[in-house]
């Protein structure tokens, strides 16, 4: 189970990696092998401006659909649309090529309630 130390997590198993002012988020590698083999990411909520814990899309496997809920508030800027051809990046690469959105944060205070590595590791029990 691959979670690298230097990201934030929510408990929905999010990933967040903060560069600045924007948070690049995604699903996790547990995630992802939890959904199974990915085959549509939609999200609709660019230009949108978000809370924590709300809704910015949805991922569908072959058997099920989840929501992805956005792990800090702010204005999503960015969607993957590589993900539009090719949503089994999520699957191969959850951290690299199968991010998924970028938002430009509104309080960077809030990724300090985030996850480490550590305690991501402890809620999956891993």
Do not use: R
Request: glycine content about 8%; some cysteine.
């Amino acid at each position: 189970m691959n979670i690298p130390s230097e990201l934030k997590y929510s408990k929905d198993h999010e990933w967040v990696k903060i560069e600045g002012d924007i948070a690049i988020v995604g699903i996790t590698d547990f995630a992802q092998s939890e959904l199974g083999d990915i085959v549509y990411v939609e999200v609709e909520t660019v230009d949108e401006t978000l809370e924590a814990d709300e809704i910015f899309g949805t991922v569908e496997a072959v058997k099920t659909v989840s929501d992805l809920f956005l792990p800090i508030s702010g204005e999503i800027i960015e969607f993957n649309e590589s993900l539009e051809d090719d949503p089994e990046k999520v699957n191969t690469d959850p951290y690299g090529e199968g991010w998924m959105i970028k938002i430009k944060c509104s309080d960077l205070s809030e990724a300090d309630s985030l996850l480490s590595a550590e305690g991501y590791k402890e809620l999956i029990g891993a």
